[in-house]
């Protein structure tokens, strides 16, 4: 009987997400689509509309990687994207400057407005991966501290093309 009171005793000491690794994504009053990794991170007012996500390796997610791995230094440059997103076209620019600093803006028209936001960081490639960690950002995602995995598919003096950890969107960026 002792057994079986411990027993009850240990997994009440327990959290109760332990083991499960989620990521919980909701949209704010802007529109804005945000990924938080716990659910106490979703604001209140946002908690009836979140989903949870089962959180993928990423080797599940991303199935193609470089034959060869990719130096850093052949990533230093200034890079351009140009999409649309809801029916919006956009663009964003980035230079990843050495000793794995980088910063950019980018812009989105939006019928007869324009929004524009900046950001800069740090970047690094891990085992395929560009990463970059946001310091600082005028639009309120991504949030400072925050990183980003994107798996590096190609790479040359033209473009660099990666698939968004985040998104799993795949993205072309032009040399500028």
């Known amino acids: ?25 909701y949209v704010d009053e802007n529109g804005s689509v945000n990924f938080v990794d716990s659910l106490d991170k979703v604001p209140a007012p946002y908690r009836k509309n979140f989903q949870a996500l089962p959180d993928l390796n990423r080797g599940e997610k991303v199935q193609k990687k470089p034959a060869a791995p990719v130096s850093e230094k052949s990533l230093i440059g200034r890079w351009e994207y140009q999409g649309n997103m809801n029916g919006n076209s956009y663009t964003v620019i980035m230079s990843l400057r050495p000793k794995g600093v980088f910063d950019g803006n980018g812009f989105k028209k939006m019928e007869e407005k324009t929004a524009v936001w900046m950001f800069k960081g740090n970047w690094r490639v891990m085992e395929g991966d560009l990463v970059l960690t946001y310091t600082w950002s005028s639009a309120p995602d991504p949030k400072r501290g925050t ?21 799993g969107e795949v993205v072309r960026y032009t040399r500028k």
């Open 1 to 25: 009987m002792r057994v079986f009171h411990l027993t009850l005793v240990i997994l009440f000491l327990l959290p109760l997400d332990a083991g499960l690794a989620e990521t919980y994504k």
């Open 147 to 167: 990183s980003q995995f994107d798996t590096i598919l190609e790479v040359n003096d033209q473009f660099l093309e990666v698939k968004s950890g985040r998104t």
